[in-house]
């Protein structure tokens, strides 16, 4: 490609479709689409402190969550610190490291705010105590993001329960799971998935792991299923494949995919990296898993045929063993599938159906440390590092850059977009980012 932008510089390495559900709102991490992009938001472009900032307020407590937008609604979740502090109890994990100590009991809150202004509607506290271990530096004790339907919405704090309130506040169910004991002691994260009446978790760590469904109206487990699994943080994504919704799950072990009515187990593929982060997408029949942690992998799953261990068959349509995404999870728009190398500021952008690099791996001058996931809207991405700096390219094959936007915040979050606005949930702020002069398409 010729002329790369300054913020855009081409690597050189050799590195070995838009999804057709509704876009109503922002209603779980990842989008309505499940891929990272929203499909008829057209929020801003450029954006500062004291530009294109519709509202910005305060967000108490910490958490990595995202947030989730229904309507005039947007929910959060948050973990509280309060009371005495205690003498630092540290991890009894094996290996523990550069983890964050519990010193504090904990509130695990729910919150509800008005999308026009972020000011807050109502505020449920779902759970206190102190909690059994605390989490990474890097991450929060509230990282899984909440899910709402129009009617519910739900939220989930792992070892500190799963809650289904309705969009008043009221808690229509709960559930304890029981307690996670993560790698190292780094922490939860997994979201939960949605799809129709079926609510699916996956609870992978260093004890029994399992996979299992509820239904969504009642709490009611619907099944559920031991895995041979060490710790993942990787959410659960529903592919309705020829009328079989299947959950796709990554694991250290393997990918796996389950029949979301029974659990059975339809096909499976091994070939991932230990210490899973990054959430599966699928689109145009495919599934797109990828790890980089002691290995590198990436797997294109092609799912006509797919049925039990498809392990280096043709059933994997192609496969990356370098420049493979850690912490972010892939985005796949308009054909391309995007994803970052582990966590840094290096995007690659390929052809989804057939692995080609188009334009392949570039270096994302200005961005640092990436830990959210990029989205995408209105033929543009955006790209959202732990410093406060968004940088903005076109989406395709021969991206170019846009903007480079600074907040005073730091952001783990992965953005929401709804309408003309994005929302960016930072350490100390949530901020809706819209142009000043023009107004809301919703």
């Known amino acids: 490609m010729s002329g790369w932008p300054s913020l855009l510089l081409p690597l050189m390495l050799p590195l070995a479709a838009d999804h057709t559900a509704g876009d ?14 929203a499909l008829t938001a057209d929020p801003p472009v450029s954006w500062s402190e004291s530009e294109n900032v519709r509202w910005k307020v305060p967000v108490p407590g910490r958490g990595h969550s995202t947030p989730v937008i229904w309507g005039d609604r947007i929910f959060l979740t948050t973990a509280e610190a309060f009371g005495p502090k205690l003498p630092p109890r540290r991890s009894g994990a094996p290996g523990a490291h550069d983890n964050l100590p519990v010193t ?42 909440p899910l709402v339907d129009g009617q519910h919405v739900f939220a989930f704090f792992g070892s500190y329960g799963l809650y289904c309130l309705d969009l008043d506040g009221k808690l229509i169910w709960s559930k304890q799971l029981g307690r996670m004991h993560s790698k190292h002691g780094h922490g939860e994260g997994a979201s939960p998935a949605l799809f129709r009446q079926t609510l699916v978790v996956n609870w992978d760590h260093e004890g029994q792991s399992f996979v299992a469904a509820f239904d969504k109206a009642t709490g009611q487990q619907r099944w559920r299923k031991e895995r041979d ?35 059975e187990v339809i096909w499976q593929c091994g070939g991932m990296s230990a210490n899973i982060v990054a959430t599966p997408v ?3 029949g495919m599934v797109f898993a990828g790890s980089s942690y002691e290995k590198r992998a990436l797997l294109a799953i092609r799912l006509d045929g797919a049925e039990g261990d498809i392990t280096a068959t043709k059933q994997v349509a192609w496969q990356r063993f370098r420049g493979t995404p850690y912490v972010p999870s892939p985005l796949l728009y308009r054909g391309g599938l995007y994803f970052l190398t582990h ?13 080609n690099d188009a334009p392949g791996a570039f270096r ?15 033929g543009r991405v955006y790209i959202t590092d732990q410093y406060g700096t968004t940088l903005v390219i076109t989406a395709g094959a021969e991206p170019h850059a846009l903007a480079l936007n600074s907040l005073d915040d730091s952001f783990s979050a992965s953005a ?27």
């Open 229 to 263: 699994e060490v710790t993942s943080w990787a959410t659960p994504i529903v592919v309705d494949h020829d009328g079989r919704p299947q959950a796709v799950i990554c694991g250290t072990d393997r990918v796996r995919s389950y029949d979301l009515a029974t659990g």
């Open 416 to 442: 929401a977009l709804v309408g003309d606005e994005m929302f960016l949930r930072g350490a100390r702020f949530l901020y809706c980012l819209a142009e000043e002069d023009r107004p809301d398409t919703d």
């Open 24 to 37: 109503t709102g922002w209603p779980q991490w990842r989008g309505s689409t499940g891929t990272g992009a």
């Open 364 to 378: 994302l001058s200005g961005i640092g440390n990436v830990y959210a996931s990029p989205v995408a809207a209105a």
């Open 104 to 145: 504090q009991r904990h509130r695990f809150v729910l919150l509800c705010l008005d999308r026009s202004d972020g000011k807050r509607l109502w505020r449920r506290e779902l759970h206190a105590g102190l909690p059994h271990e605390g989490a990474h530096t890097t991450a929060s004790l509230a990282s899984a993001s």
């Open 343 to 355: 966590y840094q500021g290096i995007l690659t952008r390929v052809d989804a159906q057939t692995g």
């Open 282 to 284: 699928a689109g145009e």
